[in-house]
């Protein structure tokens, strides 16, 4: 077996774990309330922003930071953005999991950037 087929068996059983299972239900719901999606996605690009700017080496103003985690907070209110976060980032965690174990094993350095 060749290392594309073996990324297929991993495709397929991150597609059949409990994880991607939850992520896409909740996602479903999250898509069944138009105004709850909205704020999610208003969310996400305010945080794209400064995450973006950071990454340049901008200066990002204080206020700009906690007006989003304001906004974090009183988004993880509403138990349908709650439970989809936190689906999301047990999803993530876990492909980020497999990542690090792929790089360990072929001995890459993706500590660059790391403090």
Known sequence: MNAYDYAHQLAHALKNSEEYKTYKQLEMKLNGH???KKAMDDFRK?????QSAQMMGQKVEEDKI????ELHNMLMKDQIISDFMHSEF???????DIYKI?????????SFGQD
């Open 90 to 96: 047990r999803l993530t965690q876990m492909m980020s």
């Open 34 to 36: 138009p105004e709850v």
């Open 102 to 110: 792929l790089g360990e094993a072929l001995d890459l350095d993706f």
């Open 66 to 69: 906690e007006k989003l985690q």
């Open 46 to 50: 305010r945080q794209f922003e400064i």
